[in-house]
């Protein structure tokens, strides 16, 4: 018997009822989770910053200094930096200078903003407190502190670099920067810094004449190597970057120096050491503003005995830079007459030495100074008798591709 359509409809509105009570609920879940996340982005610090930047103005880099300088005359005087409560903060400044003073990928610094900033922060010693509180930082707030110290160095306020009439008045923050290398946490944090003030030539002539240059001879014998080499760094900016100062130094400093620089690095066990000593040294005494002091070291037997034991030495690196030192003992015209004794008695030794030595890749400069040396040694006459002395041969060299070609027994006499 067929159903009546009143029957059909009675029988279906059940089902109707619930299928729209369960769109009800559907539509009342999403529009409690469209609150929640409404909610959730209000309270992020992308909205919250859109929201204050319309009520707050930004910082100008005189503010910043002026904050940063307060905070770190509180840091300072907080004996415990775990409990200064302000250091979020002070990183953030820290970084906002740095990115004033170096820009960023979008835009470059801008000229004004850094003269304001350079300027302020002189005025208000707030690099000194920089350097005194770099301690108390955390790693990258020593990082940014670092960078900012360098950038300074170089920002011109009104066409003069105010840094360095700053450093001249303050000599003591080269102090402290200098025994940074005590601490091997801090060491190359300091280390950066100091090499970037001793741009300055009245910083590099106050620590040339201190007591820390004797120190230098220690700090790159720190065992750990990327400190030894950050003080290696500063040590051979500070012995290059001033010509006229480093020569007045060396002339003033010649027997504690060079006594120093032969016995501690010169003949060090370390090889990184001698191989970074002798390259030094050769830069050094090519240079034309050193000239009396190259002359004084070229006539000394001592300095020849440890010049000739660098030619036995493996390394041909070592070698080839103690050939370009070597090679002034034989050029100099007025050699003293030990000096003249030594080459001759060692002439044949001398000569089947060079005769195989040769360096990796062709250079014609090379061969020409190498030629001239042995047509020198050849020439040479004893003056009054020669010496005796205790024979070392040298060691087969390494070629270019790590295979050992035959010396032969050449030998090179050591002055006792």
Known sequence: MPMLATQIAADKTPGLEKGEKGSHETVKRSSNNLKKLFTKALRSTGVKSIF??????????????????FLLAALDCNVDPKRFDKMQELDSL????????????ECEPAVEACAQLTQELFRDNTLRLIILCLPKLNLEARKDATRIVANLQRQPVNSRLIASDYLEANPDLMDHLVSGYDDPGLALHYGAMLRECIRHQVVARYVLRSEHM?????????????????????????????KSTVAEFLFENYDWFFTEFNAKLLESANYITRRQAIKLLGDILLDRSNSPVMTRYVSSKDNLRILMNLLREASKNIQLDAFHVFKLFVANRNKPSDIVNILVANRSKLLRFFASFRIDKEDEQFEADKAQVVKEIAELEAIGPLFSGELHKFPPTPTASGELYKTPTACIRQLI
């Not at 930047?53 to 005189?62: A, D, H, L, N, Q």
């Not at 001879?217 to 001033?242: G, N």
């Open 94 to 105: 820290l970084h906002e200078m740095k990115s004033i003073l170096y820009g960023s990928n």
């Open 52 to 69: 204050k930047s319309k009520t707050k103005p930004p910082k100008t880099p005189i503010d910043v200094v002026r904050r940063v300088t």
């Open 214 to 242: 004797k120190r230098f001879f220690d700090y790159m014998q720190i065992p750990e190597f990327d400190v030894a080499a950050d003080a290696t760094a500063t040590f051979k900016e500070l012995m290059t970057r001033h």
